[in-house]
């Protein structure tokens, strides 16, 4: 077994076992570290909790809801906004977050009274929501706040108003993704069945493990519905939260998130006989793949194929426009879960860069089996690290980038080494042909900056040169291309908009009437209804 010793964590037998080299023609089960275990004490680990994975993860994307955390206020700030789950309704829920501001004196004498006004009062402060999530802490679930009672009393006071409760506090799992397990199948049992919808086609799908960071749902809600696929749901990015009470009525569960959202799409297998089919939105030859997954499936192949086709026509110039220039720069692909193999070998096919390293905080064995037998040999693949292993990694591998989170992102600038925000991403979407492309630049213009060059003189002491005029990005990137390369009028840079969001929601779309099978036009305010709960 090729396991990796860091130096730093030498005096932490147990982290041995957590690294591993990948090594030339070895078998999966060579090279697979221990995961998804208890973190090991004095490690200093930087994953979430089940809480977090819960409310931040999966709750907070529900667009017409008021998340309202029953514990100490700095839980709530905690999982506020650190990541980008835009929404077509003003982006409510990135706007305010709700907390009930448990004190040692509600440790002591409870704080379901409390609660109960807080509840109150965040309704009445914002009429228009009529949905409320209440996440359990640690705190009060230490001290047996009967939260379920409480939400109850309020819906029998307050008629029209809905709350959902999820009882997860943060040691409930050895990571975050504890959490994930606790809201899928909380909300299946409390919620599914409780709402019938109105279905307008003949091909319906819940869109599973998906949270539209920086606009990825709404990219393929443009694909799905040229495709004439109406969405039931979204679990949970950009959703209403009375779709998601009828994913029962659905004909198909599109997995995109397999790590966070497995849970909910088997035992909607189970209890409903919904199948489930794993897509991949990220990278021109996984997307396409999906799309003719699921055209197959409903019988529409040639509604995807002209839609890939289209796609590609439009965006491969693009595309191949940066991976002349990205082709062999090394990366360590740092991100949470799933991103470890949506785009281990997508990065690399179709943009021509080493993943030297891959890491997960909270992934499971098999997030590290996928994303292992992804990347090439040499890898360094690590489970669950710390600031400590992870430069250390860093000054080892000597990485052009690396794809990961905003803690580890800002160590990694302190020694010079360029990031990208694989979480919440820099100037996303990144899913679909465009957003595929955007990512692309992103990365070219963290690579290739002028200014992350002009980072590494030591202006106390280093000599500052004074006979070089202005540099640009393509100087550093064109320098050591063939001129057929350089000269190709074929291939162009990203031509994407700043936001191309707003387009898409204004665009009109035709569906098969599901007894009929007659195509017509769906108005705009169908597919993008009102908050929940209100007229």
């Excluded at 909910?264 to 003719?292: H, K, N, T, W």
Aim: hydrophobic letters at 35%; one cysteine or more; aromatic letters at 10%.
């Amino acid at each position: 077994m090729p396991y990796h010793q860091f130096k730093c964590s030498e005096c932490i037998p147990e982290r041995l076992k957590h690294a591993v080299d990948k090594g030339e023609g070895e078998e999966l089960t060579d090279a697979l570290p221990l995961g998804y275990l208890n973190t090991i004490p004095g490690t200093i680990s930087e994953r979430g909790c089940a809480y977090c994975g819960a409310k931040h993860v999966i709750g907070t994307p529900m667009k017409d809801v008021i998340h309202l955390s029953h514990g100490p206020v700095g839980c709530t700030y905690d999982t506020w906004q650190t990541k980008r789950y835009i929404s077509d309704n003003g982006c409510f829920q990135l706007k305010y977050t709700f907390a009930s501001d448990m004190k040692e004196a509600h440790v002591v004498f409870g704080a379901e009274k409390m609660l109960k006004k807080n509840i109150i009062e965040a309704f009445k402060a914002f009429p228009n929501i009529k949905r409320m999530t209440i996440y359990q802490t640690c705190a009060s679930a230490l001290i047996g706040d009967d939260i379920n009672a409480i939400a109850e009393e309020v819906m029998d006071e307050m008629p029209g108003v809905k709350i959902f409760v999820c009882n997860s506090p943060g040691f409930a799992g050895p990571s975050q993704s504890g959490g994930h397990h606790k809201i899928n199948l909380a909300w299946l049992s409390q919620m599914v069945g409780t709402v019938e919808p109105k279905i307008y086609s003949k091909y319906v799908i819940n869109y599973v493990g998906e949270y539209n960071i920086q606009g990825d749902q709404e990219i393929m809600k443009d694909y799905f519905h040229r495709m004439g696929i109406q969405i039931l749901s979204t679990f949970t990015g950009n959703g209403r939260f009375d779709d998601l009470c009828a994913m029962h009525r659905a004909h198909l569960n599109v997995l995109e998130c397999a790590r966070s959202a497995e849970y909910i799409c088997d035992e909607l297998r189970v209890r409903y006989g919904i199948p489930r089919m794993d897509i991949d939105g990220f990278g021109f030859e996984a997307l396409s793949d999906s799309l003719l997954k699921i055209g197959y499936f409903f019988g529409i192949e040639e509604r995807a194929r002209a839609i890939i086709e289209e796609e590609t026509a439009r965006w491969k110039p693009e595309l191949d426009w940066y991976a002349a220039r990205l082709k062999g720069l090394k990366v360590c692909l740092w991100p949470g879960g799933s991103k470890l193999w949506h785009w281990a070998h997508s990065i690399h096919k179709e943009m021509g860069v080493e993943v030297v390293s891959v890491y997960t905080k909270f992934g499971h064995q098999g997030d590290m089996e996928k994303g292992i037998s992804r990347c090439e040999e040499g890898a360094l693949a690590i489970d669950d690290p710390n600031e400590l292993e992870g430069l250390e990694a860093m000054y080892t591998l000597k990485p052009d980038i690396i794809f990961t989170g905003k803690r580890p992102g800002e160590v990694a600038k302190k020694i010079r080494v360029p990031y990208l925000n694989a979480h919440a991403y820099h100037n996303g979407p990144y899913k679909g042909y465009e957003g595929w492309v955007r990512f692309a630049r992103d990365i070219y213009n963290a690579v290739y900056s002028p200014i992350h060059k002009l980072s590494f003189i030591d202006l106390s002491k280093d000599e500052i040169p004074v006979d070089k005029g202005f540099e640009t990005q393509q100087m550093y990137s064109d320098g050591n291309l063939p001129d057929e390369v350089k000269n190709d009028t074929g291939l162009r840079q990203c031509s994407s908009k700043y936001d191309p969001i707003p387009a898409l929601r204004e665009k009109t779309y035709c569906f098969p009437d599901p007894k009929t099978g007659e195509w017509r036009v769906i108005p705009n305010e169908e597919l993008s209804k009102k908050n929940s709960g209100t007229v």
